[in-house]
T-cell receptor, first 111, second 111 residues
Framework: GQQLNQSPQSMFIQEGEDVSMNCTSS?????WLWYKQDPGEGPVLLIA?????ELTSNGRLTAQFGITRKDSFLNISASIPSDVGIYFC???????????FGAGTRLTVKP | AAGVIQSPRHLIKEKRETATLKCYPI?????VYWYQQGPGQDPQFLIS???????DKGSIPDRFSAQQFSDYHSELNMSSLELGDSALYFC??????????FGPGTRLTVT
């Protein structure tokens, strides 16, 4: 099945710094999504991408759907303490509800 | 805005017992998905339903079954529970082909 490789595994940054994380796959996805999960809570959808090459922003978050449809990145600008959590990329193939997740990037923001 | 509702939020069962988890999707969402997330792991897709019919099957054990009812809520039935079934169980819902929104999860502990 499709495997998503998400990196980095963890990041420790200072408040105010920018963050970048990415996901790659050996398979093509038709939809890329980025979720944030706090401990013991459900993943919260941040950004959904539907077209190859699409660049979408949501406040301080920016994500892009790679041209090859095999990768995506998420950038967070001017990080704040509440950005702490685990960020997951997820890929989905049309007509297939089996959404695959990356292993997650654990973000720690130091005030 | 209304979100996905899951109940119970916490459940403690003994080995070999059965458990039933419930999921109430966002209004007008007709597709529900079930995921299992072990400690430090990413969510693993179990099964999904569209319009009360099973639409996709992932890594759901044979001891588990699920269904979607006429009001679109879904139940995950788990029998002969094992220690390894201890995990967070998430339900997500979506409109057909659209992004998935996750519920807060049920934490199942098998002792």
């Amino acid at each position: 099945g499709q495997q998503l490789n998400q990196s980095p595994q963890s990041m420790f940054i200072q408040e105010g710094e920018d963050v970048s994380m990415n996901c790659t796959s050996s398979s093509i996805f038709n939809t890329w999504l980025w979720y944030k999960q706090d401990p013991g809570e459900g993943p919260v959808l941040l950004i959904a991408l539907y077209k190859a090459g699409e660049l979408t922003s949501n406040g301080r978050l920016t994500a892009q759907f790679g041209i090859t449809r095999k990768d995506s990145f998420l950038n967070i600008s001017a990080s704040i303490p509440s950005d702490v959590g685990i960020y997951f990329c997820a890929g989905q193939v049309h007509n297939n509800n089996d959404m695959r997740f990356g292993a997650g990037t654990r973000l720690t923001v130091k005030p | 805005a209304a979100g996905v509702i899951q109940s119970p939020r916490h459940l403690i069962k003994e080995k070999r017992e059965t458990a039933t988890l419930k999921c109430y999707p966002i209004p007008r969402h007709d597709t529900v998905y079930w995921y299992q997330q072990g400690p430090g792991q990413d969510p693993q897709f179990l099964i999904s339903f569209y319009e009360k019919m099973q639409s996709d099957k992932g890594s759901i054990p044979d001891r588990f079954s699920a269904q979607q009812f006429s009001d679109y809520h879904s139940e995950l039935n788990m029998s002969s529970l094992e220690l390894g079934d201890s995990a967070l169980y998430f339900c997500a819902s979506s409109s057909p082909g659209a992004e998935q929104y996750f519920g807060p999860g049920t934490r199942l502990t098998v002792t």
